[in-house]
């Protein structure tokens, strides 16, 4: 049986163990997020021989903003490491069409297990835990099978089945909370300052661009929740559920917004402290997402 740590359960992106495979296997449009087209499949310009960025430091500079915000939640090492057994598509061209289509499905069945390990750490979720436990190594056994066998995985089907089990630990946690229900909600570019959405159900909500300062999303389920250009300054997500960390790097916040313990505070949102102040216009607001 896994354990439920993400760094056990290797949920940490390690790119020094990865084929630089994020930069390769996925396309991206030319946008706010990506300076240039690139179809799936080819090596971005920018990705060195030895699988390095060679403008990492300076992404957000450059125009690769969207770099910043794309977490494969430890699926690049796996699929280099575990399933390709440490060989390159460098090294072996013969195995690079596998690869690329290998690590879309790895990282959703490693975003589920990440889901997965923090619903098992809700205490009041105790009543499915059993089944969250079974499911976690469900995936996880998934996630070592053979190439030829990941390919084919039917991913939707299983996130379904996943994505049940998530909601009913979800409810249970925030039970007796009264939190408002705005799963879906379109609340795009809002005007949320101050708002008491604690507990709230904002499953897939659309936050694109909402001002969110000094909000309390405390125990707000945020699975799925677009919160690119979101400003969450001063917002308080202590205990938030389901928010990873590509959803806060793709927000605003400030040294004051209160973050779950497992997330982190991105680099760019004290570089936006310093930086002169800049309009939040739709354009920015509505960035395409990476594909
Ligand atoms: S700019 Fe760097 S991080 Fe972004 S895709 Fe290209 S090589 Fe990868």
């Known amino acids: 049986m896994p354990g439920t740590n993400p760094r ?33 499949g080819k090596p971005c310009h920018n990705l060195r021989e030895d699988f390095r960025c060679s403008i990492h430091q300076q992404l957000r500079q450059r125009g690769f903003p969207g770099c910043t915000v794309f977490d494969c939640f430890g699926a690049g090492q796996k699929v280099s490491q575990v ?49 969250l436990d079974a499911a976690l190594a469900e995936t996880d056994h998934l996630t070592r099978q053979p ?18 089990l998530l909601l009913r630990a979800s409810e249970l946690a925030r039970a ?11 609340l795009i570019g809002a005007r949320l300052k101050g708002a008491g959405l604690r507990a709230a159900n904002l499953r897939g909500a659309y936050l694109i661009g909402a001002d ?17 250009g979101a400003d ?26 209160r973050l779950p313990a497992s997330l982190t505070r991105p680099a760019h949102w004290a570089e936006r402290a310093t930086a002169p102040k800049q309009g939040r216009g739709p354009n920015t607001a509505r960035r395409p997402r990476r594909r």
């Not at 930069?23 to 799936?40: N, R």
């Not at 405390?218 to 799925?224: M, N, P, S, V, Y």
């Not at 969450?232 to 917004?257: C, K, M, P, Y």
């Open 176 to 186: 007796g909370l009264k939190g408002k229900e705005r799963r879906g909600a379109d």
């Open 232 to 257: 969450l300054s001063a917002a308080d997500l202590t205990g938030a559920i389901f928010l990873t960390q590509a959803q806060v790097n793709a927000a605003q916040g400030d040294a004051t917004t």
């Open 83 to 131: 399933t390709f057994e440490g060989r390159s598509w460098r090294e072996a061209p013969g195995t690079a069409r596998q690869m690329y289509a290998v690590f879309p499905v790895m990282r959703q069945l490693h975003e589920l297990l990440w889901y997965l390990a923090e619903a098992l750490a809700l205490p009041a979720a105790a009543p499915v835990h059993a089944e």
């Open 8 to 40: 056990e359960l290797g949920l940490l992106a390690d790119c020094e163990s990865c084929f630089g495979l994020c930069c390769v296997a996925l396309p991206f449009s030319a946008s706010a997020d990506f300076a240039v087209d690139k179809d799936a």
């Open 147 to 164: 190439a030829d066998v990941l390919e084919k995985v039917d991913v939707a089907e299983h996130r379904a089945q996943v994505n049940a």
């Open 212 to 228: 969110l300062r000094g909000a309390d999303l405390r125990q707000a389920d945020l699975i799925g929740a677009d919160l690119r």
